[in-house]
Structures are given as C-alpha cells and as structure tokens.
C-alpha cells in the first residue's frame, strides 16, 4: 500500500470539488481511501508515501480513440502530396 499526498486532490464531488492537502490511498490496483494528507497518514501510518509537492492530484485519462492504419503509416508520405 502506499500514499500519494500533499497536493491539490481534485475529487470531482460537487460538494467538496478540491482538497488542498489531499492524498490517495492506493493499495494494489484499488484506490482504497481519499482524504487529507494528515488523516490518511494517521489511518495508515505503515503505507510507502510518495509527496506530491503541492501538484495536483487527479484522475487519470484515458483517450481510447485510434484509427490502426495511422500506427502502420507513421512517417510515411503521400506522393506528390503538398505538406
């Protein structure tokens, strides 16, 4: 398990949108815990912490979008094709 804390948490709740001190519990692939960087340092006082710096901390995004021919054509150019 470990931490990662000490930054702006943004939570997307719309009653409480940003902890500025705000730390994730993370334990294996699970987010375990969301709070302040105190209270879940008090909660799990063994967890490996990693400081944040005051950056911000946020869901992850995934852009799914591909077209595959694109992979295959990387660096390739049309003949006669103006830029």
Not at 39 to 57: C, H, Q, S
Not at 63 to 74: G, L, P, Q
């Amino acid at each position: 398990m470990y931490l990662l804390g000490n930054g702006k948490l943004v939570t997307r709740d719309t009653q409480n949108p940003l902890i500025e001190n705000g730390a994730v519990s993370i334990d294996g692939k699970v987010i375990a815990a969301v709070g302040t960087t105190k209270e879940l340092r008090a909660k799990y006082p063994d967890a490996d912490f990693i400081d944040a710096k005051g950056g911000v901390i946020m869901p992850g995004f995934i852009n799914a979008h591909n077209h595959i021919y694109s992979a295959f054509a990387r660096g390739m150019s049309i003949k006669n094709s103006k830029p």
